[in-house]
């Protein structure tokens, strides 16, 4: 997020108007429904002729977006069905589960974490479009500039640390060092016992998927010329160890294989994720 000016940064807009983009372009069933997030952005008209909005340039991509939200959402109602009912997004961004799957959220006390001024952009465009923000949905600004820590704005914003959580991040591991990518695994495996941590990460460019490695590195480019450079990789195999060494109990890599075979077995529109690229840790403790 953009923290000077208090507006959502383009990875996190880009990732809103792609899921948008599949209830447009691309046949159902839809792996995802979201159409709250393109309205909280309220883009110009004609954003769908942006280049990286292209339907067949970011078949790939979209579909990693689509898959890996959907994987954390259907992982939040399995734990919800074990009686979790806390379940915390750290860099939240445009995430709109709230707003859609309000009958599955109330069940909870959702809480989203991130910069203070895209927070309240995001805050007030809730207000301005209608959809409130009812008691159980918390916001827990955190400055990591300035070395906030999460786990004292969730208990700032009424998280109970005596009860187990879900705790989704996905997207952001990538601009976080490797100490502190580290570091939120530790405090993710401090929670109380139950709790689960579903996190992105983005393996070594020459592992990824030869179809999308020259979109990463063209990503990995534009991070870097904008100030947010890509600065932790990970091998499935290093990610595990690290959750280990954290302190979970158990830990599993989630691969772009593994979610195409669960979201997007026989469409014959040729979307999916690619096999390898940016992977999913799951571990609980």
Do not use: C
């Given at each position: 997020m953009d923290q000077t000016t208090g507006q959502p940064d383009s990875t996190a807009i880009r990732v809103a108007l792609w899921r948008a983009l599949h209830l447009k372009?691309?046949?159902?069933?839809?792996?995802?429904?979201?159409?709250?997030?393109?309205?909280?952005?309220?883009?110009?008209?004609?954003?769908?002729?942006?280049?990286?909005?292209?339907?067949?340039?970011?078949?790939?991509?979209?579909?990693?977006?689509?898959?890996?939200?959907?994987?954390?959402?259907?992982?939040?109602?399995?734990?919800?069905?074990?009686?979790?009912?806390?379940?915390?997004?750290?860099?939240?961004?445009?995430?709109?589960?709230?707003?859609?799957r309000p009958e599955m959220a109330g069940r909870l006390t959702v809480f989203e974490v991130d910069q203070p001024g895209p927070q309240a952009w995001k805050r007030e465009r809730l207000q301005a479009l209608g959809l409130g923000i009812p008691d159980w949905l918390r916001f827990a600004p955190v400055d990591f500039e300035k070395g906030g820590s999460w786990r004292e704005a969730l208990l700032a914003a009424g998280f109970d640390a005596r009860k187990p959580a879900v705790i989704a991040s996905t997207g952001v591991s990538m601009y976080l060092t490797r100490g502190a990518v580290l570091a939120m695994l530790r405090?993710?495996?401090?929670?109380?016992?139950?709790?689960?941590?579903?996190?992105?990460?983005?393996?070594?460019?020459?592992?990824?998927?030869p179809e999308v490695r020259p979109g990463f590195e063209m990503a990995a480019r534009g991070a870097r010329a904008s100030g947010t450079p890509f600065l932790s990789f990970f091998t499935a195999a290093e990610m595990l160890a690290a959750a280990r060494d954290a302190g979970f109990k158990d830990a599993r890599h989630v691969s772009g294989e593994d979610l195409a075979r669960r979201y997007f077995a026989g469409r014959t529109d040729g979307l999916r994720p690619p096999r390898s690229g940016e992977e999913l840790l799951v571990a609980s403790n």
């Amino acid at each position: 997020m953009d923290q000077t000016t208090g507006q959502p940064d383009s990875t996190a807009i880009r990732v809103a108007l792609w899921r948008a983009l599949h209830l447009k372009v691309d046949r159902p069933p839809h792996v995802l429904a979201d159409d709250v997030g393109v309205k909280l952005v309220a883009p110009e008209p004609g954003w769908q002729s942006r280049p990286d909005m292209h339907p067949e340039g970011t078949r790939l991509f979209r579909a990693s977006i689509l898959a890996r939200a959907r994987f954390v959402e259907d992982l939040v109602i399995e734990q919800t069905a074990r009686g979790v009912d806390q379940y915390v997004l750290l860099g939240a961004g445009l995430d709109s589960f709230a707003q859609r799957r309000p009958e599955m959220a109330g069940r909870l006390t959702v809480f989203e974490v991130d910069q203070p001024g895209p927070q309240a952009w995001k805050r007030e465009r809730l207000q301005a479009l209608g959809l409130g923000i009812p008691d159980w949905l918390r916001f827990a600004p955190v400055d990591f500039e300035k070395g906030g820590s999460w786990r004292e704005a969730l208990l700032a914003a009424g998280f109970d640390a005596r009860k187990p959580a879900v705790i989704a991040s996905t997207g952001v591991s990538m601009y976080l060092t490797r100490g502190a990518v580290l570091a939120m695994l530790r405090d993710a495996a401090s929670l109380a016992p139950g709790s689960t941590l579903a996190m992105t990460f983005l393996l070594p460019l020459e592992l990824a998927d030869p179809e999308v490695r020259p979109g990463f590195e063209m990503a990995a480019r534009g991070a870097r010329a904008s100030g947010t450079p890509f600065l932790s990789f990970f091998t499935a195999a290093e990610m595990l160890a690290a959750a280990r060494d954290a302190g979970f109990k158990d830990a599993r890599h989630v691969s772009g294989e593994d979610l195409a075979r669960r979201y997007f077995a026989g469409r014959t529109d040729g979307l999916r994720p690619p096999r390898s690229g940016e992977e999913l840790l799951v571990a609980s403790n």
